[in-house]
Nanobody, 126 residues
Framework: VQLQASGGGLVQSGGSLRLSCVATGRAFSTYIVGWFRQAPGKEREFVAAISANGPTTQYAESMKGRCTISRDNDKNTVYLQMSSLKPEDTAAYYC????????????????????WGQGTQVTVSS
């Protein structure tokens, strides 16, 4: 599966953005999709992820209550709605996917994802 992230931009502190991750390829509905972010000079970190069939989600502690991940498998798209953005949320945001085997849950580790899109830059001004 190939992924393309979009929706980043410049927003003031307290503002909102919705990121989109569009997939091409077969059987997108069988993949867990996660969002990660990486700021300059920092390691890539987990933001949120959603299971293949959508009911299970997981969020980083820093993002709980401030973002919602959702998916529309008919459109091969996963969304990350972010609100109450802070300057420390400034980073390149990446979507990633991995096939969800039966009985396997969501991973928050970037090394467990083997399909990555290009990043979309989010910049939050103070």
């Amino acid at each position: 599966v190939q992924l393309q992230a979009s929706g980043g931009g410049l927003v003031q502190s307290g503002g909102s953005l919705r990121l989109s991750c569009v997939a091409t390829g077969r059987a997108f509905s069988t993949y867990i999709v996660g969002w990660f972010r990486q700021a300059p000079g920092k390691e890539r970190e987990f933001v949120a992820a959603i299971s293949a069939n959508g009911p299970t989600t997981q969020y980083a502690e820093s993002m709980k209550g401030r973002c919602t991940i959702s998916r529309d498998n008919d459109k091969n798209t996963v969304y990350l709605q972010m609100s109450s953005l802070k300057p420390e949320d400034t980073a390149a945001y990446y979507c990633a996917a991995v096939f969800q085997f039966r009985g396997v849950g969501i991973s928050t580790r970037s090394l467990d994802y083997n399909n990555w899109g290009q990043g979309t830059q989010v910049t939050v001004s103070s």
